[in-house]
């Protein structure tokens, strides 16, 4: 109904889907690409630390399970603790697009991460390497703690995108910064993708709600019960969402106001 007039635009690419999926803590590789299919996402992340980079390597016979004809390889440096290490990681990605057949590709998700008890981004980190890589001619996705002013410091850098976390990474928690995700939303010139945190279909349709462009989510569908059913449910709660963004909520009101009022009745006795 949307999609032939509502693409999610990312630097020079434009999307159908504005649900991600990530590629870990999936059970089976069966698991992870009928979830894929079955989520109609457009953009995949995988963590490049996590993957050698060879494709006749049986260890990631998974991505080559994939049809990347219609899929959009969207590499993460996850696992960076350095802006140095999410640098190394980035070019790593797009030496893996190139041999899936997306030389044109240097999209990178920017994670560098520092604290490994909470897994919470490190903003000056990721700004040092966001500069680098920008520089460098990558199309920068950062992902950050729900910061409104970093969020306008890395979009006058050149990011293509900014993806505030709801919560900490793979915790359920939901949208626990949400007046923050609004300043961000309200404020930004680019894509806002709420990334981290997301539990269920009613999260990702409440941020889609709120006006953002997307949603980056894993742990919801890898690790329930029936990750294929959750990742459908997924993609209807971010297309609802989005409806409901664009069809613009009722006015809240303080008294009840009755559906059928008593004055047109009349009229039409």
């Known amino acids: 109904m949307i999609n032939n007039f509502d693409k999610l635009k990312i630097a020079n690419k434009s999307f159908t889907s504005r649900l991600m999926l990530g590629t870990g803590k999936y059970k089976t590789i069966d698991n992870a690409v009928n979830s894929i299919i079955t989520s109609e996402c457009e953009i995949v992340t995988v963590a490049i630390r996590r993957l050698p980079t060879n494709l006749n390597n049986d260890n990631i016979s998974f991505l080559s399970s994939l049809n990347w004809k219609n899929l959009w390889l969207l590499p993460n440096t996850a696992g960076s603790q350095t802006a140095e290490e999410a640098i190394r990681m980035a070019f790593l990605g797009h030496e893996l697009a190139c041999q899936l057949g997306q030389e044109d590709n240097f999209f990178v998700k920017l994670e560098v991460i520092s604290d490994p008890k909470y897994l919470l981004p490190d903003p000056i980190g990721t700004l040092k390497a966001a500069e680098f890589l920008i520089k460098k001619g990558f199309t920068v996705l950062p992902y950050i703690n729900a910061d409104p002013m970093l969020a306008l410091h890395l979009e006058d850098l ?8 709801g919560s900490p990474i793979g915790s359920g928690q939901g949208l626990n910064n949400l007046a923050n995700i609004k300043i961000i939303i309200e404020n930004a010139n680019i894509p806002v993708i709420v990334d981290a945190g997301i539990g269920t279909p009613s999260e990702a349709a409440m941020a889609m709600e709120l006006g953002a462009d997307g949603v980056l989510l894993n742990t919801a569908v890898a690790q329930s019960k029936n990750p294929e059913k959750m990742a459908y449910a997924m993609n209807l709660g971010v ?9 613009g909520r009722m006015e809240k009101k303080q008294y009840a106001t009755a559906s059928s009022p008593v004055t047109q009745i009349s009229k039409i006795i």
């Open 158 to 165: 050149g990011c293509a995108t900014v993806m505030p976390l």
């Open 239 to 247: 297309k609802a969402g989005r409806l409901a963004y664009l069809a």
